[in-house]
């Protein structure tokens, strides 16, 4: 377990695992009868503000952005793992409103309340005291959060009343309150420069800041007059503010890529690590939620079929789902001689690994007595199954690449019912260096004597990747994102952004030929519960037939 977190973060703990408000329309006033005036007791109710993230971050959150995305496509054993389509419905580009990869817009609704409560009740929308400029961050990074997913959004800017309507408003109107409440903070003064246990997890200027470069980054995305009508050729009025506050965060000195990327993964992870400049902490006991290796390993890689140890040299109590498979596009980009990254893939003929230090070893994996093997390419029993079913044996759990970015120990499958201590990063300083060369790419102006190309060899210096000797293109900056940032949580708005998100991979235009054309799919439906608590509401267009 992470000291860090037991002695810093448990205090809100409790308070973060209360379930969000899913009913924009609640009488908000009637949340809390006073505010604690005590440090300690300040501090524990800002964390339900900071940690409203951890649930849809964990699990369903995920499923939306990378199953929608050119990373994994779900797959089914038999009946087993179909639950309603939600996975396949995903990989497929055919979700709908009551698929639970989107059944957490509560959770997001519920913590902006929650910061709009604390606004007040520290005493007002003045951002000058410091928790007011943590609640501002946390409140516009709710809101792209739900902009980005869901498009036209409510801007929640104050306590609703019990009998306010609350109306969605276009996302270019959306984009620019995130950004006037980002300013708002960081020029305040009240958001910490520090980065250390104490602020780790939390908002400060850096994670603000980076959160402004993701949203000038994608401006053109957001202020297209329809999702549909996006394309990348746009102008972006804001690639040079993009620059502005990549060099901001690169001058402070505070991050660097000085950590391996494979320790950056694992269980041990946490703010020691120089490149994340804002993650949201899990541990297995205290800060659940966090279950990535059960939808991504090998399905089976607790044992090897007689009760004998697994995959990573023990037994463990529990296998794991392994439905999420990764796609042939993906796996073809893990292919540059010495890159570091390439180890996250699991695939061909597989070997068994020490679980402490994570390293293959020589030993092949049998199970059954079997050599395990994995195919690149996914062999449905039945072709053009939307079910995509193949089948739940030994040939069906071999079909694909399975990813093992996410490190685990044995304790998160015999004691914690499969819930892992890996925190995950959502700004990092990898990502500001790559999004400074795509937006000097896009035709922002050069600062610092950095170049596309200098900027982008920072990556592959450090993973030991080669490195390029003329400019990239920004093919190969959506690339290098595929690699650096793979099951993370940005590959689907990269490929918005790049116009691709439409493009052929896996089977999904082999099921579903209609992806090809329905771009309204950039975003998904509002949840069923969502649009029934707001009866003025009108579900996005596609969704509504």
Same mark, same amino acid.
């Given at each position: ?15 973060s ?6 009913d ?7 949340t ?14 800002m ?7 951890? *649930? ?21 054993f038999?009946?087993?793992?179909y ?5 396949v ?12 990869? /989107? ?9 902006? !309340?929650?910061? =709009?409560?604390?606004?007040v ?6 951002a000058?005291? +410091?928790s ?12 792209f ?10 801007i ?7 009998d306010?309507?609350v109306v ?18 960081? =020029? ?10 104490s602020t ?6 850096? #994670? ?7 949203l ?14 996006? +394309? ?12 502005a ?43 659940q ?5 059960r ?6 890689f607790?044992?090897?079929g ?10 463990l109590?529990k296998?794991?789902?392994g ?6 596009e ?22 068994t ?8 070893? !020589? ?7 079997q050599?395990?093997v994995?195919t ?8 053009g199954?939307?079910?995509?079913n ?6 069906g ?9 996410? *490190? ?22 990898a ?6 060369? +795509? ?5 922002? !102006? ?14 592959r ?8 000797t003329?400019?990239? !293109?920004?093919?190969? /900056?959506?690339?290098?994102r595929?690699?650096e ?17 439409e ?7 082999v ?6 054309t ?10 069923t519960?969502? #649009? ?7 579900q ?6």
């Amino acid at each position: 377990m992470k000291s860090y977190i037991k002695n810093t973060l448990f205090t809100g703990l409790l308070l973060s695992s209360v379930t969000a408000c899913t009913d924009l329309d609640v009488d908000i006033k009637s949340t809390y009868t006073s505010y604690p005036t005590t440090e300690i007791a300040t501090e524990a109710k800002m964390a339900d503000l900071y940690y409203g993230f951890r *649930g849809p971050l964990g699990r369903r959150y995920t499923e939306a952005a990378w199953l929608s995305s050119d990373e994994f496509s779900a797959v089914t054993f038999g009946g087993n793992w179909y639950d309603g389509g939600n996975y396949v419905h995903a990989t497929l580009h055919t979700s709908n409103p009551d698929d639970a990869h /989107i059944d957490w817009l509560g959770d997001i609704t519920g913590t902006i !309340t929650k910061c =709009n409560q604390a606004i007040v009740d520290l005493g007002g929308d003045k951002a000058t005291d +410091e928790s007011i400029a943590k609640a501002l961050t946390m409140r516009a990074f709710y809101h792209f959060i739900f902009m980005d997913m869901f498009g036209d959004t409510p801007i929640l800017d104050h306590v609703i009343g019990a009998d306010e309507a609350v109306v969605r408003s276009p996302r270019a109107e959306v984009a620019a309150f995130i950004e006037s409440d980002l300013l708002r903070a960081i =020029n305040s003064g009240g958001l910490s420069e520090n980065v250390n246990a104490s602020t780790y997890g939390k908002p400060t200027k850096w #994670m603000a800041e980076a959160l402004l470069v993701k949203l000038y980054l994608n401006w053109a995305v957001y202020t297209s007059s329809d999702v549909a009508n996006y +394309e990348p050729t746009l102008t972006n009025a804001k690639l040079n503010d993009a620059v502005a506050y990549c060099d901001e965060i690169i001058k402070s000195g505070k991050f660097d890529l000085s950590d391996s990327y494979r320790k950056k993964f694992m269980p041990d992870n946490g703010y020691q690590i120089k490149d994340f400049i804002y993650a949201m902490p899990y541990d297995n006991a205290t800060a659940q939620g966090m279950t990535y290796a059960r939808f991504q390993y090998w399905p089976k890689f607790n044992n090897n079929g007689s009760g004998g140890a697994g995959l990573f040299g023990v037994t463990l109590s529990k296998n794991a789902g392994g439905i999420f498979t990764i796609t042939p596009e993906a796996a073809d980009r893990f292919s540059l001689a010495g890159d570091e990254r390439n180890e996250i893939i699991l695939k061909d003929e597989l070997f068994t690994y020490n679980i402490s230090t994570f390293a293959k070893t !020589t030993t092949p994996y049998l199970y059954n007595g079997q050599r395990v093997v994995l195919t690149k390419n996914i062999t449905l029993l039945t072709p053009g199954d939307a079910s995509m079913n193949v089948g739940d044996n030994f040939n069906g759990w071999n079909q694909g690449y399975r990813c093992i970015k996410w *490190g685990l120990q044995a304790a998160d499958y015999d004691t914690y019912n499969r819930n892992q201590s890996n925190d995950v990063p959502i700004f990092r300083y990898a990502d500001i260096l790559l999004m400074k060369a +795509e937006a000097i790419l896009r035709g922002a !102006t050069a600062t610092n004597g950095d170049t596309p190309m200098s900027l982008f060899n920072q990556i592959r210096s450090y993973v030991k990747a080669p490195t390029l000797t003329t400019a990239p !293109t920004l093919q190969d /900056i959506l690339d290098e994102r595929g690699r650096e940032f793979f099951s993370e949580m940005w590959r689907r708005n990269d490929l918005i952004r790049f116009g691709q998100f439409e493009n052929d991979w896996g089977l999904k235009h082999v099921i579903n030929s209609a992806a090809k054309t329905q771009k309204w799919r950039r975003i998904f439906p509002i949840p069923t519960n969502v #649009m029934n608590s707001n009866t003025n509401w009108t579900q996005n267009t596609g969704y509504n037939k």
